[in-house]
């Protein structure tokens, strides 16, 4: 679940954003929209507890943030949040196993390879784990970062602008992609972007009555951007 209450994030003095109240349940789907600049990086930052609200409340997975000290947050996120981000962040020098690998690392837990090669194969690329990056097509690499960003079972997903350089086709898919692998975890999950097509695909994805709570918040930089504080 993730639910804010006046959140807002102040970059200076002179600059702040100021974000819509969302509240989306355990299982649900988040829709953040807006054009670039509006601040869906920002959000997604703070809801992975990456930078810290200078007012207002945010609670995600049941945990409210700003609670914690640096090295309790920095664990909660590894075990609790699954990010699959717009550049996908996967080191050339190592495996496709290997990449998935740190994220182990990143928790403070023993290596699962048992879990690592699932996470592939659940996403259809567990033949992939001994390729490095550079050999893997554009779906390829987003699929394996996907099962990087879900490799610990997180309760909350997050994707920044995962269609933004696909075709209409694999955008589809991509989202289809995410849907499911969400809802196969009981996960949350947000996907921003200024993509109209993330929304249509939703919509055809998503039965109305039939599925989790559907929010969609449209942040602008026209309201959200220039405040004098």
Do not use: C
């Not at 664990?75 to 996908?88: D, M, N, S, V």
């Amino acid at each position: 679940m993730i639910r804010s209450q006046a959140l807002e994030f102040a970059y200076d003095s002179d600059l702040r954003l100021r974000f819509p109240d969302v509240d989306v349940p355990q299982g649900g789907v988040l829709l953040l929209g807006g054009p670039s600049g509006s601040g869906k990086s920002t959000w997604l930052a703070l809801a992975a507890g990456l930078v810290a609200p200078s007012s207002g409340s945010l609670q995600v997975a049941g945990q409210m943030l700003g609670a914690l000290g640096a090295l309790k947050t920095d664990a909660w996120r590894a075990h609790t949040i699954g990010f699959l981000p717009q550049k996908l962040h996967l080191s050339a020098a190592l495996t496709v196993q290997q990449n998935l690998a740190l994220a182990f690392w990143a928790a403070g837990v023993a290596q699962d390879k048992a879990r690592i090669h699932g996470a592939l194969e659940a996403l259809g690329v567990a033949d992939l784990a001994q390729r490095l990056p550079a050999q893997l097509s554009g779906g390829q690499a987003q699929r394996v970062a996907l099962a990087r960003a879900v490799l610990m079972r997180p309760r909350v997903l997050l994707a920044d602008e995962p269609t933004a350089s696909l075709d209409d086709h694999n955008a589809a898919d991509a989202v289809h992609l995410l849907w499911t692998t969400a809802q196969n975890l009981g996960a949350t999950l947000v996907i921003a972007t200024h993509d109209a097509r993330v929304s249509q695909s939703l919509h055809r994805l998503i039965p109305l009555g039939a599925a989790p709570a559907f929010q969609r918040v449209d942040l602008s930089p026209a309201s959200l951007h220039g405040t004098a504080v």
